[in-house]
C-alpha cells in the first residue's frame, strides 16, 4: 500500500512494465527506465527521468508527441551512450 501524504510521487526504473503498472494507477509515477518510455506515457506515466535526457531531446519527443521513432532511437542508441559516457568519465 503507497501512503499518498508521505510519498507525492515515484520513479520506476525496474525496467519491467508489469512492475510499473502496479504503481501508474495509485500515484504520480515517472518512468525512469528509457527503454520503457513510450509505453509507460501511454499507460499514464507523468514524465520519465532519465539519463540521456541531458545529451538529447529524445526523451522530450516521446513524452510530448508520444512518437515511437524516438523511443526506438533511444532504444537502439542507449548501450552506446552508456559506454562512451563511463569512458568519457575515466571508471572502468
Known sequence: MIKK?????????SGDIEVF???VHHIIT???DE???????QLGA??????????TRLIEKIISDRDQLSQDLITKF?????????????SN
Open 5 to 13: 501524504d508521505l510519498i507525492q510521487a515515484f520513479k520506476d526504473d
Open 35 to 41: 527503454n520503457q518510455i513510450l509505453p509507460a506515457m
Open 21 to 23: 503498472k502496479q504503481y
Open 46 to 55: 507523468r514524465g520519465a527521468v532519465g539519463s540521456t535526457g541531458n545529451i
Open 78 to 90: 542507449r548501450p552506446i551512450i552508456t559506454v562512451n559516457l563511463k569512458k568519457g568519465s575515466g
Open 30 to 32: 515517472y518512468q525512469g
